[in-house]
């Protein structure tokens, strides 16, 4: 029980860091941003244009002329209340925008990874269970194609395919399942790629182990070997990678969002890169942050269930 | 070891079409019939012929031509990219497996916080903010993705640091630098061609992406990606705008995956042949 507690303390601890350096990184880019937030807000009203000194007071009254350090670390406090800013173009808090974008982004990257798994792992483990044979070489083709197709090029592909054509899937939207399918797919093919592939290597790499040989001269069938012994031993690893693959679909699904005018974060953020809004470009990098360091969380969290090694203490 | 000779048929094709990509981009100012800005405003929109290979697109350019200097714009800017990825990588990741401590600990929880953010949305802010320019997007990805590179070096340094010869060396006096150099680098260069290969297919997708977005190379210059975007809007009626590009992307970064894992092989990297696509 201890060390159950040990571990999820450390992973605990070890996310602080990584949030304090996605708000570090948001805050640079603001700062590097050819913006100055002050001359923004006395423009607002579109009709006059602020004088130097104007600028300058305005500048001392938001604080922009302390040191960076005391700056950031303000701006932190900000966040840590659920504050972003305002939103240059639409004038509302950034906070409240995301927030209501972000169920889109969340539904889409859920129904990528239910995707992702569903079939990768199947794939994978039927790939080394006939290992070197016809079937097992077509899928790894069509591996390899996954992972090098461009997802958008593809995203394209199919509404051309399966909208234009066979009218069979709505081409943009937002609203039923059946608007998630095409962008679900699109975004998750590169991923379901790696995954198939790496399912099959960490199966095949448990199934020269000792303890199957064991299996087999108990004359155990083999398929009852690969589901009893095998697949929990294999699915570690997979994973492990999981979590990393999380950010290929959440930071890709801007893409895939933009193309299918899914209302999410990625569409967002290509609003806001294209107004020139600054805060909101960092709202979103604070924002995809969070949601790839909570998923890696819940992942180490989904270890404790898989690995006994951790649950026996082995660190 | 295994031979060249000895390499599956497949790697052989894929290195066909990879020497076939790089020689016509090198020679893509010989080999383009046409200029890949020229605007031809009585030719738009045609499909395939003898004049033009494989059709022109809204403004007239010929794709062929486009298509042509494009795999010069994707690979010469993959290979810089990944360049600069590895030099980053690489030292940190030398650094700080070879001298452990403190220096070890800094670079790791940077590592940690730079794979903590997820690489494409970083890619996104970094253009969107900076502004589309060919030094942006090699700052965004170079900035993006050398903690997985340098994390891989640190790994393998661990391995060597150990080695009986390095003792050796180092009791003869040989300072720390020339260790890392003539025998540190040396042993873990088979590796280090094998991720550069790789990184290169993703960074030649991620910048797909980008110039698809309208945040990676700007127009005119000719690019894979933003063509694709540009036939977005025609596609059902000149597929071939579509299909070139996307299939260059595809042919290229497939390519590049089978060349990693024939290296694979010819280094030996890893004993079991699992991982390998094909």
């Known amino acids: ?315 | 070891m295994c031979n060249i000779k000895q390499l599956p048929v497949i790697y052989k094709i894929a290195a066909c079409i990879l020497m076939l990509m790089v020689s016509s981009a090198i020679f893509a100012p010989i080999i383009a019939p046409y200029d890949p800005n020229q605007v031809l405003p009585d030719e738009t929109l045609q499909s395939c012929s003898g004049a033009h290979l494989l059709g022109t697109d809204a403004l007239g350019r010929d794709v062929f031509s486009r298509i042509l200097y494009g795999a010069r714009v994707s690979i010469s800017f993959a290979v810089a990219a990944a360049l600069c990825t590895m030099i980053l990588g690489v030292t940190l990741g030398m650094i700080s497996g070879y001298f452990g401590g403190i220096i070890d600990t800094i670079i790791q929880l940077l590592v940690n916080i730079f794979q903590g953010l997820p690489g494409m949305s970083m890619m996104i802010a970094i253009a969107g903010v900076m502004g589309p320019s060919t030094i942006s997007l090699l700052f965004a990805v170079t900035l993006t993705s050398w903690a997985g590179f340098s994390r891989i070096v640190r790994g393998e340094v661990l391995k060597i640091r150990e080695e009986n010869y390095i003792e050796g060396v180092r009791s003869l006096g040989a300072s720390d630098f020339y260790i890392l150099v003539h025998y540190i680098l040396p042993n873990i260069f088979n590796s280090l061609i094998i991720l550069f290969t790789v990184r290169i297919g993703t960074i030649v997708l991620s910048i797909a992406s980008l110039s698809f977005l309208g945040l990676g190379m700007q127009p005119p210059e000719a690019d894979w990606g933003a063509m694709i975007n540009d036939a977005k809007i025609y596609f059902r009626s000149y597929p071939n705008l579509l299909l070139a590009p996307g299939l260059c992307i595809l042919a290229l970064c497939a390519s590049i995956n089978l060349i990693g894992d024939a290296l694979r092989d010819l280094f030996s990297i890893e004993q079991d042949r699992n991982k390998q696509y094909l």
């Open chain 1, 1 to 315: 029980m201890n060390d159950i507690l040990f571990y999820l303390v450390k992973k605990l601890l070890m996310i602080i860091p990584v949030l304090l350096g996605i708000t570090i990184a948001a805050f640079i880019l603001g700062i590097i941003s050819p913006s100055d937030p002050a001359a923004v807000l006395l423009n607002m009203d579109g009709v006059s244009t602020p004088s130097a000194q104007e600028i300058a007071n305005k500048r001392h009254e938001m604080g922009l002329d302390r040191p960076l350090i005391v700056q950031y670390l303000s701006w932190l406090l900000q966040i840590l209340h659920g504050d972003l800013g305002i939103s240059y173009i639409t004038q509302r808090p950034i906070w409240d925008e995301l927030m209501l974008r972000l169920p889109v982004t969340i539904s889409l990257a859920s129904c990528t990874l239910l995707l992702v798994i569903v079939t990768a792992i199947p794939l994978g483990v039927f790939m080394a269970y006939k290992n070197n044979s016809r079937s097992d070489f077509v899928l790894r083709t069509a591996a390899l194609i996954f992972t090098s197709v461009p997802a958008f090029w593809l995203a394209i592909l199919f509404m051309w395919i399966f909208s234009e054509e066979l009218h069979l899937l709505p081409t943009s939207g937002y609203g039923t399942l059946a608007h998630l399918i095409m962008p679900s797919v699109a975004l998750g093919a590169g991923t379901i790629g790696i995954l198939m592939r790496l399912q099959r290597a960490a199966l095949l790499e448990v199934l020269e182990q000792h303890f199957i040989l064991t299996a087999k001269a108990k004359g155990m069938p083999f398929p009852m070997i690969i589901w009893k012994h095998g697949l929990l031993n294999s699915l570690i690893p997979v994973i492990t990678l999981l979590g990393n693959y999380f950010g290929a679909i959440i930071s890709g699904s801007a893409v895939i969002e933009s193309i299918f005018s899914l209302p999410g974060l990625g569409s967002y953020v290509l609003e806001a890169i294209r107004g020139r809004d600054y805060p909101a470009i960092q709202g979103y990098v604070i924002f995809t942050g969070l949601v790839f360091v909570l998923f890696n969380l819940l992942v180490d969290i989904s270890y404790l269930l898989l690995n006994p090694k951790i649950r026996l203490g082995g660190k």
